[in-house]
């Protein structure tokens, strides 16, 4: 499938066609699912900072700030999703870890709304995708409650609070003072917030819960239990009724498949009551990676013959098996997991979240042949689930990166003892709809990975609310966690890295029947378009991109596919990571967790005690990772394509690096590295050939001609697979720096939302090819009906403030992100200015 044709025929549609007409009682495409009478509650909020500020000054926090006569005209007005970190500045005594940005603070979030007399008697609760963290919510000065895990969903109830034809004041506090994390966590109201209004006796939330317990070619018998509450005060028969229908990639019903008969509920007041009723769709879609395939299952709560609720709830079909022998079978045919971990911040976004942000990352993994994401080390934001089901990925689904053991004074272990099952039961209740779920995840590489009864406990509590998926952990003491048994609590061993007895593990009578996973692999570094030459692959704070650099833990790609190779029986791996993110710059960090990577060998632990001793004296200005296969921006490395070429291996393609742009190395060697699809490439400089190489099935996945004496001009690769043509890679020295040329992943977007277009800027020679290594600084202006979001280039030691108009490009490109202003409809145009070269504009249309 082409995915980005895919995606744009999703946005045409999105942009142009109407709702379909049906049986469905919603033709629109449903913009929320669960309770129908849903809507955003994102605009119009007020906003202030205290406790620590951005330049590390400290400004007191008053007393009341939830009271409704609270003067709050001087606020600053915004929009959610916030991240009030993001705005930076970054600041080099802060910590490399979390992204050298002042996150820590004390945040003040104030809405003023009304509530019109007909929603009198109804439920109102307010729903939070995710807040960062230590949530406290009031209702005209009156405590409503808390959720304190910034990652997890969670419901509010308003309805006690609420005053019908007058105004209403939500406060919001948050405090991430008092929260640690390994990573940079974002700060604020960072996801979607939903008002929810719903009869006294509603579905609950997230009220249904989907399975296929019998699938065939001919039919599948679909079971839906439903959870009704009633919260009236008088006792209530209600009526349920499921319809199910074919759900196409914009969230519309296209065909009724199957009901439910109706069943009657009989409910006393404040009554809580579960009951379940099957419908059976003949020769049903299933869902796959190919053809992800959806249905909507659509429940209407009647009393008295009036419908008093409706919700939509979404889900798939599709069988999973795990196997210790024959790896994963979806449906029934294996698939190899050819996955990526990743943080949950969009780069120069920070950890405020945008849907087409995360769209553009989707298919840049898509493309690059990644079929499994796994949501490293938290619950992502429901829509990541959504596009997943969309498009075909797998989802490892991940709770914790800490339990009663901090890796850090104030992370998860402060919360853990009460909030563990509450946090637990949302992450499940919340995701289990979702077919691209095929794995939950308690935790990753916390430090408890030998306790039998803490394992056994978490897990079982995954096990109560969803059996039809296995648990996993992801083991950085892989033989620690299975000496102990208490791995044996699990479905699947997650390992991260150390794979170096597996083939004792898998003799073990207690694990012989175990699936294994990489659930986390590799740890290779690189910096896009910087290459180093000798023994050094680290210097001025960046990594070389000959991608053999990585941590004592960790191994190059090739390595791992080796690995892959000699274990074929492993379902896959997840690498770390897709994306580079904000923070964890490894080596270029002080992160005394990693030594735990080394517990059982002390010579690796002492050899990086001293690295990270010489960190602390230097304190490098590294903000953000080097572990992405792709960079901060979105621009691929040169590792892109070792996966591409692996993991696509009827893609016709090859690609050539380094550059050839090395005026000071005449005659000096230069290797040269090919990625292909194919299994053999002859090399070619200026015409003159510099011999065909060969791949070793199951042991070579690059070709390497490492002798190569660098004069300027072309090197051409021609690449065969069984022993025809297969595909061609050419790079040539460049001339000098001559203009600016820029490309959008989308020149029509939609006015008056947060729906962006994604410039990618490069600097050309004047026959159009990338200049390496030019960094010319880049002024971005506007013309016209839109606005710059954010600019970026890459680079992770840059200290240029992501909302910044000015931008210096590195090695040859840059990237600005815009969107549509005020809601405008109408054409506008994005300037590039740089000193000396010819300026580039691109026109946006928001329609």
């Given amino acids: 499938m082409n995915y980005q044709r895919f995606f744009q025929l999703f946005l045409f549609a999105s942009l142009f066609l109407p709702g379909l007409p049906g049986a469905f009682s919603q033709s629109a495409p449903i913009t929320r699912m669960g309770t129908t009478n849903t809507a955003s509650f994102d605009d119009g909020w007020l906003f202030q900072r205290y406790g620590l500020q951005p330049d590390g000054t400290r400004k007191e926090e008053p007393a009341a700030l939830e009271n409704m006569a609270l003067n709050d005209a001087s606020w600053q007005k915004l929009q959610l999703p916030h991240d009030w970190a993001i705005t930076g500045p970054f600041r080099i005594e802060l910590d490399g870890s979390t992204g050298k940005l002042p996150w820590k603070g004390i945040g003040w979030y104030r809405k003023h709304f009304s509530i019109p007399a007909t929603d009198t008697g109804k439920q109102i609760f307010i729903d939070f995708d995710g807040a960062m963290a230590y949530a406290k919510i009031w209702l005209n000065g009156k405590y409503v409650g808390t959720w304190p895990y910034g990652y997890t969903s969670f419901r509010m109830d308003l309805t006690p609070y609420i005053l019908p034809r007058k105004e209403n004041v939500l406060a919001v506090r948050l405090d991430t003072e008092n929260w640690d994390s ?89 009554e809580e009551k579960i009951t379940e009723s099957q419908a059976t769709i003949t020769r049903p879609k299933r869902w796959s990676i190919e053809a992800p395939n959806r249905y909507v299952a659509q429940t209407v709560i009647k009393i008295n013959g009036k419908v008093v609720d409706t919700y939509n709830s979404p889900f798939g079909i599709r069988t999973l098996e795990f196997t210790a022998r024959n790896g994963f079978l979806l449906n029934g045919k294996r698939v190899e997991i050819q996955g990526t971990c990743n943080h949950h911040d969009l780069g120069a976004l920070g950890a405020a979240f945008n849907e087409s942000a995360l769209i553009r990352q989707l298919n840049i993994l898509k493309d690059m042949g990644c079929n499994s994401l796994r949501t490293s080390h938290n619950p992502p934001a429901p829509e990541l689930l959504e596009l997943a089901d969309k498009m075909g990925f797998l989802v490892w689904d991940e709770a914790f990166d800490a339990w009663k053991k901090g890796k850090r004074k104030n992370d998860y272990n402060k919360i853990f003892d009460e909030w563990h099952e509450k946090d637990l039961k949302a992450l499940i209740h919340r995701d289990r709809n979702h077919p691209s779920v095929f794995i939950w995840s308690i935790g990753n590489e916390v430090l408890e990975q030998q306790n039998v009864q803490l394992t056994k406990h978490l897990a ?40 170096g007895q ?48 990585k941590p004592g833990w960790g191994c190059s790609p090739d390595e791992q596919f080796r690995t892959n190779a000699k274990y074929p029986n492993l379902l896959g791996e997840f690498v770390w990571t897709g994306f580079d993110y904000l ?34 004296k230097n304190n490098p200005p590294s903000r953000s990772s080097y572990f992405g296969i792709i960079d901060l921006a979105g621009f691929p490395k040169d590792r892109f394509y070792s996966y591409q070429a692996h993991w696509r291996p009827d893609l016709p393609m090859a690609h050539i690096f380094p550059h050839w742009n090395w005026p000071e190395r005449i005659d000096s060697i230069t290797p040269v590295h090919v990625y292909t699809s194919g299994d053999e490439a002859e090399l070619f400089l200026n015409g003159k050939s510099l011999g065909r190489k060969h791949k070793t099935p199951g042991k070579d996945f690059r070709l390497t001609w490492d002798s190569v004496r660098y004069v300027p001009g072309e090197l051409k690769v021609i690449c065969y697979k069984n022993g025809k043509q297969w595909a061609t890679d050419i790079v040539k020295t460049t001339g000098e720096m001559n203009k600016l040329v820029l490309s959008a992943d989308r020149i029509a977007i939609k006015a008056g939302e947060d729906d962006l277009s994604f410039i990618t800027v490069k600097v050309t020679d004047n026959a159009g090819l990338v200049v390496p290594r030019s960094h010319p600084l880049i002024h971005f202006s506007i013309e016209g009906p839109g606005e710059i979001v954010a600019t970026d280039n890459g680079n992770p030691i840059s200290f240029v403030p992501f909302q910044s108009h000015d931008r210096p490009a590195f090695n040859g490109m840059a990237l600005v992100i815009v969107k549509s202003k005020g809601g405008a409809k109408g054409k506008f145009t994005v300037h590039a200015i740089s000193e000396q070269l010819a300026e580039g504009s691109i026109e946006i249309e928001n329609r």
């Fill in 182 to 270: 390994r990573w940079y966590p974002g700060a604020g109201i960072y996801r979607h917030v939903w008002l929810v209004k719903t009869a006294p006796v509603h579905v609950a939330h997230w009220g249904t819960y989907i399975t296929a317990p019998k699938i065939t070619d001919r039919d599948a018998v679909v079971n839906i239990a439903l959870t009704l509450n009633n919260q009236s005060q008088k006792s209530a028969t209600a009526i349920a009724q499921t319809t199910l229908y074919e759900l196409d990639v914009l969230n519309r019903p296209v065909k009724k498949v199957a009901a439910t008969k109706e069943s009657i509920i009989d409910l006393n007041a404040g």
């Fill in 460 to 499: 079982e509590i995954m096990k109560r609310e969803d059996p039809t998926r296995p648990v996993s952990n992801g083991y950085n003491d892989p033989d620690g966690g299975r000496n102990s048994g208490a791995a044996t609590a699990l479905g699947v061993m997650g390992v991260n890295y150390f794979f």
């Fill in 502 to 549: 597996q083939a004792k593990w898998d003799a073990d009578p207690r694990y012989a029947n175990m699936p294994t996973i990489g659930s986390e692999t590799s740890s290779c570094v690189s910096t896009r378009g910087e290459y180093y030459f000798g023994s050094n692959d680290y210097q001025n704070w960046q990594i070389s991109s000959y991608d053999n650099a």
């Fill in 583 to 616: 923070g964890e710059p490894t080596p270029y960090n002080s992160d005394e967790t990693n030594l735990l990577n080394f517990r059982t060998d002390p010579s690796k632990k002492e050899e990086l005690e001293k690295q990270l001793e010489f960190i602390r």
